[in-house]
């Protein structure tokens, strides 16, 4: 749990993007026909969401030297996230995404361009030192040489006493097969991190349904010992390893505006929650607010989101 001597709650490692979420609702793609840009990229969100409930984050991404880079920039600093570990390259445009707006898990066509290229020398030993909470996904971890290098930092990382958390947001355009997701996956897990996954990732990771106990079985056996499956409109369950699952419901909604960032706001929520040192029950509670925020605003969360850390 907290170390007090780290002067890092969290560092976020991994994909910050532009999002461009359509505006018609309940349409795929192919039927939107205008869009409106968000900062994207699910540690981004996790760091900037840590930000604004007052916690120090830090962002280790990779933008291009254009507009949009300027614009990530901008919008992490407005908020708080130190930004001096964003290394920006000349020769490849910021990473793009396109998103169709959805109640559910939104279709979306992804140009990555320098997102990828995290390298060793922008996370220091003296970083992962001061350091609580070393946070990735799965997404960051299914391209070169964003891959090595974020493995290799996680181990580092778990020896000098940080305490690891993945979201594993697999789908499966973003690699080049089931096969290498699953041994990264299986990689990290070593680190016994944090496991945020969702009934969706698990579907397309393993292409089928699976009874809930085998995924977290499956984790446990990697060597996770806490894993959190969100369940959508049906709230969430908590595996730990030799204890008795636990659950909690939803919080309702009369109208969702927009799920994109749902799992990170539960994530961030949940990490901020742990961070304070927490009981589990208290951390997936906060998670389950800042969720239900999250699905009633387009975008990002409202700027209230302080208010949340008055809660604990």
Request: charged content about 25%.
């Amino acid at each position: 749990m907290k170390n007090n001597n780290k002067e890092i709650d969290i560092l976020c490692v991994g994909e910050v993007l532009v999002d461009f979420i359509g505006h018609q609702t309940e349409v795929l793609i192919n039927n939107t026909r205008d869009y409106h840009r968000y900062l994207g990229g699910s540690p981004a969100n996790v760091a900037m969401n840590s930000a604004r409930l007052g916690l120090k984050s830090v962002m280790v991404a990779t933008v291009g030297k254009d507009g949009f880079g300027d614009y990530i920039f901008e919008r992490l600093e407005g908020v708080g996230v130190i930004t001096s570990y964003i290394k920006q390259l000349e020769n490849k445009p910021t990473s793009v995404i396109f998103v169709s707006r959805t109640e559910g898990t939104p279709d979306f066509i992804p140009f990555r361009e320098a997102d990828c290229f995290i390298t060793g020398d922008q996370i220091s030993k003296e970083l992962l030192l001061k350091a609580n909470i070393f946070h990735t996904t799965c997404f960051a971890l299914s391209k070169q040489p964003a891959q090595s290098t974020i493995l290799e930092k996680a181990k580092e990382a778990f020896n000098l006493g940080c305490k690891l958390s993945i979201d594993v947001n697999y789908a499966k355009k973003l690699w080049d097969s089931q096969e290498e997701a699953l041994d990264v996956i299986k990689a990290y897990c070593k680190f016994n991190p944090l496991v945020k996954i969702s009934e969706d990732d698990m579907l397309r990771l393993f292409e089928q349904k699976m009874p809930h106990e085998d995924i977290f079985n499956f984790f446990h056996s990697e060597g996770v010992d806490t894993v959190c499956l969100t369940l959508g409109s049906k709230g969430v369950k908590l595996s730990q390893k030799g204890k008795k699952i636990f659950q909690m419901p939803a919080i309702q909604i009369d109208v969702v505006q927009d799920a994109t960032g749902a799992g990170d706001a539960f994530w961030s929520g949940f990490l901020f929650a742990y961070i304070k040192e927490k009981p589990i029950e208290k951390c997936l509670e906060v998670a389950l607010q800042l969720a239900a925020l999250k699905l009633q605003n387009v975008g990002r969360l409202p700027d209230n989101i302080n208010i949340l850390s008055e809660l604990l």
